[in-house]
């Protein structure tokens, strides 16, 4: 783990130590992946919130410096309300490594299930809680042929999900399909 002492909200932030980032960076590079939106992985995302019932889905890939959300489905695009006087910002492609949930997946290299995340106070104090009001996440890791962790495909929500065991087989199923067509789009040199 690596700590980062100096966060705006003054709290501690573990956020876990990321060894393979530049040969992922590099990896994703050649891949063509986690640099634009990707409408394939859009729809990827739009299926996997249908299948989850999840206002929020993702295909995020990792790399050095940020996490890239090439494929994203987010609910109306109309923001949270938090308070009457008050929104929650929308969420974009882009996410910071210390942000979300997805950083945790790559490193662990396996699926987390966070029914609340509001029981963990390892996850509670994510910035995601406070400033998307994210309150339960779904995740698995897209590990490749070569064995190297690409990114994550996920579901959030705002309120507390019981994912239980079919969310956890859902996503884990989900990322292995996805795995598998990164995988052919790979050896037939095609796009998605």
Known sequence: MSYDPVRPAGRLLLTPEDKEAPARAARLHGLGLGERPEPALDAFADRLAELTGAPYAMVNFIDEKRQFFAG????????????AEETKPELGRHLERDHGFCPHVVV?????????????????GNPVVDEFGIRSYLG?????RTGMVLGTVCVVDVEPRPW????????????????????RMEADGLPL
């Open 72 to 83: 994203l489905h987010t609910p109306d695009a109309r923001p949270v309300v938090v308070r």
């Open 140 to 144: 698995a890791p897209l590990i490749d």
């Open 164 to 183: 239980g065991r079919p969310g956890l087989e859902t996503i884990k199923s989900s990322a292995a399909q996805l795995v598998t067509r990164l995988e």
């Open 108 to 124: 662990r290299r396996k699926a987390l299930v966070l029914e609340d995340v509001c029981d963990y106070p390892r996850f509670a």
